[in-house]
């Protein structure tokens, strides 16, 4: 709850999906965080669907999904909507004029926007680095990278068994994975946790409604495999927000 220590001049909420069940025993808990958040800033942008989750009495500037959203020139429709929050900010403050050029000049700074560590980092040729960890951010990830190659492999490790055991109460992972050719599942990466009655890869895998899944480890033979897998012309993502990441890195270092 530390983002309830600030107030703000004005906030930007780019999605609200429920997480952090350690913090946030229930969903409308995790929500009403962000409203009173909300009402602590002076002024807060979102999108309409989020607006709708947290009921805020506070100031907010709701967006809906416009069709100039394909003008920005980015990989993953979330980057492209995030931008559009970005511009749509700039220009509510009163930072540019509201006109036609000044909206395309906004739409190309956000198109040339590199990009940010850990969040689809390209770390080697055919390898990404992406913090996913969430369902949705899982999703949108593995989206973004099927728009730049079709065949897209997942080395993926869950992270807090506190998080598996709320996704299994709500219907484990679904179709998140959609649009992954194939998936390598990790043993759970535990943070904060004693690792008592830990949920097993199989018990989680199996939560999955599409995709081909093989379980894993850390070990040389994944490293083999990811290499045969990035040979092949196969993007290969390492989506994690444990120790997966420091992994990968090193075995490019080696190689």
């Excluded at 997480?19 to 800033?41: I, L, N, R």
């Excluded at 989206?143 to 055991?165: G, S, T, W």
């Amino acid at each position: 709850r530390n983002f309830l220590t600030f107030h703000p001049e004005a906030s930007l909420i780019t999605s609200l999906d429920y997480d952090h069940p350690d913090t946030y025993p229930t969903q409308q808990e995790y929500f009403d965080a962000f409203a009173q958040f909300s009402e602590q800033s002076k002024l807060t942008i979102l999108w309409e669907q989020d607006a709708a989750k947290i009921q805020s009495e506070g100031n907010l500037f709701v967006l809906t999904k416009p069709e100039e959203l394909a003008q920005i020139a980015l990989a993953g429709e979330h980057n492209r909507r995030n931008a559009w929050l970005a511009c749509s900010t700039i220009n509510r403050l009163g930072f540019v004029e509201n006109t036609i050029a000044d909206w395309k000049q906004l739409l190309k700074i956000a198109s040339d926007f590199p990009g940010t560590n850990r969040r689809f980092e390209k770390i080697a040729e055919n390898l990404y680095s992406d913090y996913a960890h969430h369902p949705t951010e899982i999703q949108a990830t593995i989206l973004m990278a099927y728009e730049l190659n079709p065949n897209v492999i997942v080395i993926y490790q869950p992270h807090q068994n506190i998080r598996q055991r709320e996704l299994l109460e709500n219907g484990g992972y679904g179709s998140c994975f959609s649009g992954a050719k194939k998936v390598y599942w990790l043993p759970t990466y535990l943070s904060r946790e004693d690792g008592s009655k830990v949920l097993s890869p199989e018990e989680l895998s199996a939560t999955i409604k599409d995709g081909s899944v093989e379980l894993a480890d850390m070990n040389d033979q994944l490293r083999k495999k990811i290499e045969q897998h990035r040979e092949e012309g196969d993007l290969v993502v390492a989506m994690s927000a444990g120790n997966l990441d420091t992994w990968a890195r090193e075995q490019v270092r080696k190689n």
